[in-house]
C-alpha cells in the first residue's frame, strides 16, 4: 500500500518512507472536504470512521484480507484490506477515523483512467500538479489537509494499472503518495531497463 502499485504484483507490504525509524505524524483531519473516495453513491471523507471506510467496497470471495500496518506507522494506527487477483482496497485508521483508502484495479483501459480524472475534477477542481513520465502518470488534488492521488501505470497492451487513493497529509505522504515522491518513482521507472522476454 505505497505510491503506485507495481503493475506485475499487487505489493502491499510495508514500505518505509525516509528510514525505518521516522514515524508518520498523528493525523491533522481538519474539516470535511470535496476529496472523496466514492462507490455506488456512498462518499468516503478523509476522518469517516473506519467500519463505513473497510466497507465501502464489497469483498470479493475469492480473496485474502490483510492487516498489516506499514513500519512507519505508529501507535493509533491500524491497517485493513482486501487483495484479490484483479483488484485491492486497503484502509489505514487512526484512532478509528480514516487516515488513508487505496483502491487499485489491474487491466484497465484508458477510457477508464479519464472517467476517474473527470470524476475527481467534477468533485475537487482541476489537480494541483501532474507527474508524466513514460511508464507512470500521477495527478494529484489538495483541499484542506486533505489529498487525492490517482496513478496510472502502462503495463503494456494498452492496459494500465490504476490506483485511486485518498488522505490526510501527512499519511499520505508515509505511503510515498506525494508529488515529490511520484517524480522521484518516475525517474527511478523510466531508468529501469525493459525485462528481458528470451526464455
Avoid at 7 to 36: M, Q, Y
Avoid at 69 to 88: C, H, T, V, Y
Wanted: aromatic fraction near 8%; charge should be neutral; hydrophobic fraction near 35%.
Amino acid at each position: 500500500m505505497a505510491g503506485c502499485v507495481n503493475p506485475e504484483k499487487l505489493d502491499l507490504s510495508p514500505k518505509p518512507l525516509f528510514s525505518s525509524v521516522e514515524k508518520v505524524p498523528a493525523p491533522n483531519f481538519g474539516r470535511s472536504s470535496s476529496i472523496v473516495l466514492e462507490n455506488d453513491g456512498t462518499k468516503l471523507h478523509v476522518g469517516d470512521p473506519g467500519q463505513k471506510a473497510f466497507g465501502l467496497y464489497e469483498k470479493p470471495k475469492k480473496s485474502y484480507e490483510f492487516r498489516d500496518l506499514p513500519a512507519q506507522f505508529g501507535e493509533g494506527f491500524r491497517a485493513r484490506g482486501w487483495e484479490s487477483d484483479i483488484e485491492s482496497y486497503g484502509v489505514i485508521t487512526f484512532e478509528d477515523q480514516l487516515a488513508v483508502a487505496v483502491r487499485t484495479l489491474l487491466k484497465v483501459e484508458e477510457a477508464r483512467v479519464q472517467e476517474a480524472i473527470r470524476n475527481v475534477r467534477y468533485e475537487a477542481g482541476k489537480e494541483i500538479q501532474a507527474v508524466t513520465s513514460s511508464k507512470s502518470r500521477y495527478w494529484f488534488w489538495e483541499v484542506g489537509r486533505h489529498r487525492k492521488m490517482i496513478c496510472a501505470m502502462d503495463t503494456g497492451n494498452e492496459e494500465f494499472t490504476l490506483t485511486i487513493a485518498i488522505g490526510e497529509n501527512n499519511a499520505m505522504t508515509g505511503l510515498r503518495m506525494s508529488v515529490q515522491h511520484a517524480e522521484r518513482d518516475s525517474r527511478r521507472a523510466d531508468a529501469a531497463p525493459i525485462p528481458s522476454t528470451k526464455p
